[in-house]
């Protein structure tokens, strides 16, 4: 059997967005499932687009995500001769003509041509059966010329069987002359591209729908090149959701991956998200380990439809697609701890708030801490935000329950602090006493208990809602708690 070989094969020009992510994705979890393997080239010809900082930005997306790939990364600006020959090669064997019909000539026919109502605008193959004397003549006049295929003059349809749409046909009538080399002896991307995936043996061609009018044409070139057809897969395009084809320039930074890994999501998560982005399990599964994910992917389940990344731009509520959110919740909040923990150590350590005791002698209490906070997650940002307190004193304590829980008794003020003092007496400081105390304190004060409580979180933790109130205090310890009440001055900022 012939080795499984499939490519990423990126063009430099921009980020990397959720696009290209999943169909580097869809690669190498076929690769991985094949047991072949991934190869990964920056097709980086066109050299006034590409860039040095898109080939980072993309390696370090791809490297964020866990994709990882067995060669490369090859750059195909390093093979220019190796695509020059491949034009050389089919000139020699009669398969592509020197075409010397000027710009300008060419669209005087393409106009009258489209006035004419004439079923096919192509080119008139005008220099197709020039005579080699001809050739050398225009040559030695010194005229320019383009290097275009001879579409074979056959009857019927050429066609391929797609893996996720199944055959794909055009008639050959349809089919153009098409250029592969420019009239500054450059051949072109879709000739540089079969060049490239012949020289990599490339045995599965996996990518987006878009490119699926070249593969016609390119369907040609390998039988011209004497080389074996890849079997091609085209995944669908990624919209959103007014059926728009997402890019950065009308959606924002939020269709790039640098976004999500920004935002504290879970590479894992956001590989569990992306792969529903148009592949489906055929079973009700949603959450996927990345072995399940390997064995249950296939190509043929991919979706022939377009797939739609949900976002609503303005929506206060989901900062991206409420499914991506949902998915990395679902991990944030069931990952085992063990895994979880370096994830949140790397997020505090950026928000420079991490502590080296937390690995060593509160380790059991950081960990302690990441369990019971974590429920209400989003993103790994929540725990140097919403979760700030349990690790710093510079939390922010927010608008909402200040509002809601604070400013309609001012007398806190005088509350919380003989609440510290009641809490700083205890020995032991258990959860259980701790909250007979408060609740003791309420009823002299003729106030619910919730009064105390809710100013307590709000002090506390700087949020309107969370874990359970003693819960929070245990860990929070003491000495911080007694601490913390007594800056009454937090709540009620002087006026
Ligand atoms: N360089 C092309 C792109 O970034 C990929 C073409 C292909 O997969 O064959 O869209």
Request: proline share 5%; charged share 25%; hydrophobic share 40%.
């Amino acid at each position: 059997m012939t080795e499984i070989r499939l490519r990423f094969p990126p063009s430099p020009t921009g980020y990397l967005h959720i696009g290209g992510a999943r169909t580097a994705l869809y690669n190498w979890l076929y690769a991985r499932k094949m047991g072949g393997k991934l190869i990964l080239r920056i097709e980086d010809t066109d050299s006034e687009r590409s860039t040095e900082a898109s080939t980072d930005g993309i390696l370090d997306g791809l490297k964020w995500l866990g994709i990882d790939y067995d060669e490369g990364p090859y750059f195909q600006s390093h093979f220019a001769a190796n695509h020059r020959a491949a034009a050389q090669r089919l000139l020699d064997s009669g398969h592509a003509y020197k075409c010397f019909c000027a710009k300008e000539e060419l669209e005087v026919k393409r106009q009258a041509a489209l006035a004419a109502k004439l079923p096919f605008v192509g080119y008139d193959r005008a220099c197709r059966h020039l005579t080699p004397e001809q050739i050398a003549a225009k040559e030695d006049a010194g005229l320019p010329h383009v290097i275009r295929f001879k579409t074979p003059d056959r009857q019927g349809m050429l066609g391929y069987n797609d893996m996720v749409l199944g055959r794909i046909e055009v008639n050959y009538k349809e089919i153009d002359d098409f250029v592969i080399v420019r009239s500054d002896g450059s051949p072109l991307y879709l000739l540089c591209n079969v060049a490239d995936d012949i020289r990599d043996r490339i045995s599965h061609v996996v990518r987006g729908q878009d490119h699926m009018t070249n593969t016609l044409k390119q369907v040609l070139l390998y039988e011209a090149l004497a080389a074996p057809l890849p079997i091609f897969a085209h995944i669908p395009l990624t919209l959103d959701n007014k059926k728009a084809k997402i890019s950065k320039r009308s959606h924002g930074e939020v269709v790039a991956v640098q976004f999500y890994k920004e935002m504290g999501f879970l590479p894992w998560a956001f590989n569990n998200y992306l792969v529903l982005l148009g592949w489906s399990p055929g079973t009700d599964q949603e959450f996927f380990s990345r072995d399940e994910l390997i064995s249950a992917f296939s190509l043929e389940r991919i979706n022939k439809s377009s797939a739609i990344f949900n976002y609503t731009k303005g929506d206060a509520k989901f900062f991206t697609d409420p499914k991506a959110i949902a998915i990395n919740e679902h991990y944030l909040r069931t990952m085992p701890i063990a895994e979880l923990a370096p994830l949140v150590e790397e997020e505090l350590r950026q928000a420079g708030i991490w502590d080296e005791a937390y690995a060593d002698e509160k380790r059991s209490w950081f960990l302690e801490v990441i369990t019971l906070i974590r429920d209400r997650f989003h993103t790994l940002k929540d725990f140097s935000t919403a979760g700030r307190a349990y690790f710093a004193e510079d939390y922010v304590i927010e608008e909402k329950p200040l509002k809601k829980n604070v400013a309609p008794y001012p007398e806190l003020k005088n509350w919380l602090p003989l609440l510290a003092d009641r809490l700083a007496a205890l020995n032991p400081f258990t959860a259980e006493r701790a909250e007979e105390t408060a609740r003791a304190m309420a009823e002299e004060l003729s106030q619910k208990p919730g009064v105390l409580m809710n100013a307590m979180r709000a002090i506390l933790t700087g949020q309107l809602a969370g874990p359970a109130m003693f819960d929070i205090l245990l860990v929070i310890g003491q000495e911080t708690v007694v601490r913390r009440l007594r800056q009454t001055e937090r709540l009620f900022p002087a006026q």
